[in-house]
């Protein structure tokens, strides 16, 4: 396809499927432009540079994280919902969590996700700095929370690339990991009440727990200061 038949946003959206499908490490010109029907320089032409081609499909997926609006739910309602959105988001791209670690990433979307936010926070009560703290902790969670879904997606690539089985490698290492553990009491405890499963793997609705203790301490230091 010529440059002037390409858009900017044909680019962006083919380079997100490349994006969930292979992974930062899976995009570059050549492979965008083979999806294209386009030679690598048209694509250049229309985004620049690859950092700048992720930066800009990095920008779009905020728009995945609905803003509530704050006339109609309260900050707790809206913090929660903001923070399953953006939980939901980073594990069906898992290649953003490694892309805010290795990338400068900034635009309108995030602006406006960050903006509401804020705003979620102060609507509390918070000010300032106090409003900065809690939003920044919230968002730290999530973007821990999914980290381990975004390393299992690039394990799993790498060992397609390697021609590796995967899933038995990853089995065997989840037996010598419960071998090693069961040296140390209370992880041996743990192995022995769930029949030897993964001792690392988090309990179901784990996400949701810590959430609700992070909101819950915020909503605790606000009454205090109330008070």
Known sequence: MPRDKLTRDQIVRT??????????????????????????????????????????????????????????????????AMAADLHAMFVRHPWLVQALASHLLYGPGKARHDDHSLAVYEAAGLEGTAADQAAAAVFMYVLGSASGASAQAALRRRFAQEGTDGDALLAETVAQAAEIAMQFPHLRSRIEAASGTDYAAAPDRSFEFGLRALLDGIEADLAAARA
């Open 15 to 80: 380079a997100l499927e490349l994006l969930d499908e292979e992974g930062l490490e899976g995009l570059n010109m050549r492979s965008l432009g083979k999806r294209l029907d386009s030679a690598a320089t048209a694509v250049y032409w229309h985004v620049k540079s690859k950092d700048n081609l992720v930066l800009l499909v990095a920008d779009r997926l905020w728009d995945e994280v609905a803003l509530p609006d704050l006339d109609t739910v309260g900050w707790r309602t809206a913090a929660g």
